[in-house]
């Protein structure tokens, strides 16, 4: 959850550069400072949702529900996420161009990175859905294994927690998607209103649902590697 905490002070700092555009609403740095950080940011968010997935189905012991192999899956999703966060930073900042061919250039840029995160993570929620469904339908005891247990031992609840933050970073894409395609002087690119509706209300359901349901309350560390018994194995001689 390291990359979700730290995207979360960037997108914070990106308020607080907003808020300063709004007393120098000429100063092109606080502006492309602002823009960077609130539209960059939520990757962060959504590699941390690609990595708890892959936590999840271990401890639940559940990974041959996952379509692809866990340590697999992570990484794909982690180095698409990264990709698509190189070419949003490079068209976003392309896009503050005061040259009207490079702004535009920039913008489509960045359109291409936002559509391929929304294609990527629409991926990884059909593969998450497809997980849960899995374990609901075939494995009962894991569905029923914390049942008596308070809501931060169930798995379940953690389980409902990423399916909301996933719904969250799945609405503020779509209308990335939507404002970039409109342009520079399209309805939502020019209302704050939309801005708030769409990108920072469902920024801000994404990460607030882990406060009260932080995934190291359900996830517990892995158990340490007894090298002793390996080593003891290799040592002991064979008996005929």
């Known amino acids: 959850m390291l990359s979700m905490v730290i995207g979360e002070y960037i997108y914070a700092l990106g308020f607080a550069f907003r808020f300063a555009v709004h007393h120098s609403p000429d100063s092109l ?25 892959g936590r999840l189905a271990n401890e639940i012991d559940c990974a041959h529900h996952v379509l692809l192999p866990v340590r697999r899956l992570t990484l794909i999703f982690v180095l698409s996420d990264v990709t698509t966060f190189v070419i949003q930073a490079a ?30 993570f629409i991926f990884f929620c059909t593969i998450y859905a497809r997980f849960l469904y899995k374990v609901y339908t075939e494995e009962q005891d894991v569905c029923m294994r914390d049942s008596k247990q308070p809501w931060n031992n169930d798995w379940r609840t953690l389980a409902a927690a990423l399916a909301v933050s996933c719904i969250g970073l799945l609405i503020r894409s779509v209308y990335r998607v939507v404002e970039a395609s409109q342009g520079f002087r399209g309805n939502l690119s020019t209302s704050e209103t939309a801005f708030y509706l769409g990108d920072t209300i469902p920024i801000c359901l994404a990460i ?33």
Not at 30 to 49: G, H, K, R, Y
């Open 29 to 53: 740095g606080i502006f492309i400072t602002e823009d960077l950080m609130i539209v960059l940011s939520p990757c962060f968010f959504i590699a941390a949702n690609y990595a708890l997935l």
């Open 208 to 240: 607030v649902v882990y406060v009260p349901f932080w995934p190291g309350r359900f996830i517990k560390p892995a158990p340490p590697y007894v090298k002793e018994q390996k080593e003891l194995s290799i040592s002991s001689p064979s008996i005929v």
């Open 91 to 120: 068209g976003a900042s392309m896009s503050t161009s005061t040259v009207q061919s490079s702004a535009l250039t920039g913008l489509h840029i960045f359109l291409i990175g936002l559509i391929m995160q929304l294609v990527s």
